[in-house]
């Protein structure tokens, strides 16, 4: 009898635990450009580049300003892991050593994804991340973070 009440238990902990995992720590994120910028469309290593300041123009030569979430912002996380495949520590030792040599600044940050979306829709050379739910007409998604 134990066993079996053991069992039902482990059975519906683990149904919880699966239901959950799909969703846990995954948002549906979309890079940013302004409505008023000429680019339509990035791949995702055009955009790690720039975040990366390994490039700071579109491919159509115009320039190319990003703009991050904070640091310890969950989205900000998930945007790196997925863009640019780099943990939030692999990050932070990525920007000590490109300031330290000279070669990069890490992009200026902004409380949150309004803050983005207003930055970026204001300036058509910069590019940004916010969640889908945050978009509107001022800015234009060229690239689903997946």
Known sequence: MFSRKLQAIVSAAA????????????????????ARAPVTALRSDQVADIFLSEANRFPDGSEAVA???????????EFYDRVARRS????????????FTGRG?????????????????????M?????????????????AVR
Not at 105 to 125: I, T
Not at 127 to 143: F, K, M, Q, T, W
Request: no cysteine; net charge positive.
């Open 15 to 34: 149904v919880l635990l699966t239901a959950n995992t799909g969703a846990a720590g995954t948002s549906d994120l979309v890079v940013i450009v302004s």
């Open 105 to 125: 600044q890490p992009p200026r940050e902004v409380a949150n994804s309004a803050a983005v979306r207003k930055l970026v829709a204001d300036n058509p050379g």
């Open 127 to 143: 590019i940004g991340y916010i969640e889908r739910s945050a978009l509107d007409a001022s800015v234009r998604p060229v690239l």
């Open 67 to 77: 703009i991050d979430q904070g640091v310890g912002s969950p989205l900000r996380d």
């Open 88 to 99: 939030p520590a692999l990050m932070k030792a990525y920007w000590t050593k490109m300031i």
